[in-house]
Nanobody
Framework: QVQLVESGGGLVQAGGSLRLSCAASGRTFSTYQMGWFRQAPGKQREFVTAIDRSGGNTYYADSVKGRFTISRDNAKNAVYLEMNSLKPEDTAVYYC????????????????WGQGTQVTVSS
């Protein structure tokens, strides 16, 4: 089992940048596929991006492609989400997620979730 703690959220103006971090517990972090999701007020949680175990492959939702970058550091048990050119519609609670089973990065099923970090983009 892995525990996830997100950080780095905050208030930023449109066009700005933020970097989210997700710290994972446990000694087997490198065996987990990782993902980021977000949930805006009144909306369902939506997929943002995913990364494979080595960090060599990534997958993005069309809405963030070219603006967001996911990365991981297995030595630090961490995954990151670099967000650039932020828009007001990016405002949401962002969640880190992990899964121990191997599957296509497009799969939306995850086993473990963090508590989330709020990102607010002002216009």
């Amino acid at each position: 089992q892995v525990q996830l703690v997100e950080s780095g959220g905050g208030l930023v103006q449109a066009g700005g940048s933020l970097r989210l971090s997700c710290a994972a517990s446990g000694r087997t972090f490198s065996t987990y596929q990782m993902g980021w999701f977000r949930q805006a007020p009144g909306k369902q949680r939506e997929f943002v991006t995913a990364i494979d175990r080595s960090g060599g492959n990534t997958y993005y939702a069309d809405s963030v492609k070219g603006r967001f970058t996911i990365s991981r550091d297995n030595a630090k048990n961490a995954v990151y989400l670099e967000m650039n050119s932020l828009k007001p519609e990016d405002t949401a609670v962002y969640y880190c997620a992990a899964r121990s089973f191997y599957t296509n990065l497009r799969t939306l099923q995850y086993q473990y979730w963090g508590q989330g970090t709020q990102v607010t983009v002002s216009s």
